[in-house]
C-alpha cells in the first residue's frame, strides 16, 4: 500500500466517525465513545502526518506552500478539538462546535486529497512514497500512544476507544 492510499484509509475512517458523532442524540455515552476515537484518530493522523508526509514534501520548494497551509488546517482542526474537551459533551454547543470541525476537516481532507496528493505524486519519487507508509505507520503508533496516556482523553474514559481507530 502506498502512503496515499493509507493516508485516504484513515481520512475515510474519520469520516465515517465523524458521521456517527453526528448522528447522536441528547446525553449519550456513544457520543463521548465515538469522540474519544475521533479524536485519538485525527491527532494521531495529524502528527504523523506532519512528521513524514508533509516533512518529505517540504523538502521540495514545490511542495511548500501546500504544506503551510496544510499545517494551518491542523492547527484548527487542534484548537477545535481542544474548545470541545472544555465543553460539555451534553452542551448542544458542544454538537454545534462538533459539526463546525467535521465541516472544516472534511473540507481539509478532500483538498488534501486532490491538490495535496497531486503535488506530492509530482515531487516525490515511487520509493519515497512506498517508504513513507511505513514511517507513517510507526509514527502513528507512537503518536496514538502518547495522546492514550495525556490527561484530557483519559479523563474521557479513554478505556472505551476501540483499538481499531490506531491503524
Not at 470541525?101 to 496528493?117: D, P, Y
Not at 502513528?140 to 482523553?153: D, H
Request: aromatic share 8%.
Amino acid at each position: 500500500m502506498d502512503i496515499f492510499t493509507r493516508l485516504k484509509n484513515d481520512h475515510d475512517w474519520q469520516r465515517e466517525l465523524g458521521d456517527r458523532i453526528a448522528m447522536t442524540v441528547g446525553p449519550s455515552a456513544t457520543r463521548r465513545q465515538l469522540f474519544n476515537a475521533f479524536r485519538l484518530e485525527v491527532e494521531a493522523h495529524a502528527e504523523a502526518e506532519e512528521q513524514t508526509f508533509y516533512a518529505a514534501l517540504a523538502e521540495h520548494l514545490q511542495g511548500q506552500c501546500t504544506v503551510r497551509y496544510s499545517l494551518v488546517d491542523h492547527e484548527d482542526g487542534m484548537n477545535l478539538l481542544a474548545k470541545l474537551e472544555n465543553l460539555d459533551i451534553d452542551n448542544p454547543k458542544w454538537m454545534k462546535t462538533f459539526l463546525l470541525l467535521r465541516q472544516s476537516w472534511e473540507m481539509h481532507i478532500n483538498e488534501e486529497e486532490a491538490a495535496v496528493f497531486d503535488c506530492a505524486r509530482a515531487v516525490l519519487s515511487q520509493s519515497q512514497i512506498r517508504h513513507l507508509t511505513d514511517l507513517f505507520d510507526d509514527r502513528k503508533i507512537q503518536e496514538a500512544t502518547r495522546i492514550r496516556f495525556s490527561p484530557a482523553l483519559s479523563a474521557g474514559n479513554s478505556q472505551q476507544v476501540p483499538n481499531s481507530t490506531v491503524l
